[in-house]
């Protein structure tokens, strides 16, 4: 009978660790700048044909891994962000360099200032 009692407090205690972790997991938010369609978006930097550093009003640096060679981007002085009907970018974006076409992001994350201080490596 305690055996009984032992495993099923076992389980019990499984089970919740189990419900709490995806719980946790699944409120973590993805990172995004919002309003991007009206002012929401301050500076960006290009990371060669690969990638783009973008900053929000706030500051705040974020790293948009493209999903393949971006032609035109490293020598582009201007670009367009497409965020969809929520105004938003993030993930589900692309951006659009004129006169070489629409560039589809594959991850986005935080990230730091693509412009180090003299002396300090580049975060990313």
């Known amino acids: 009978m305690k055996t ?4 099923r407090a076992a389980l ?7 419900t709490c972790s995806a719980v946790s997991a699944a409120a973590a938010p993805e990172p995004s ?6 002012g929401g978006i301050r500076d960006w930097k290009a990371d060669h044909d690969r990638g783009l550093w973008v900053q929000d009003v706030h500051r705040q640096w ?12 490293p020598f582009a002085q201007t670009i367009g ?6 105004g938003r970018f993030d993930k589900y974006s692309a951006i659009v360099v004129p006169g070489s076409g ?17 002396g ?3 975060q990313s």
């Open 33 to 38: 700048i919002p309003f991007a369609n009206h």
């Open 120 to 122: 300090s490596p580049r």
């Open 102 to 118: 629409r560039c589809i992001v594959q991850s986005f994350t935080l990230s730091g200032d693509p412009h180090p201080k003299k």
């Open 4 to 7: 009984r009692i032992g495993t």
């Open 62 to 73: 974020y790293y948009a891994k493209l999903m393949g060679p971006c032609i035109g981007l």
């Open 81 to 86: 962000f497409d965020t969809h009907p929520l």
């Open 12 to 18: 019990v205690t499984a089970l919740l660790a189990v």
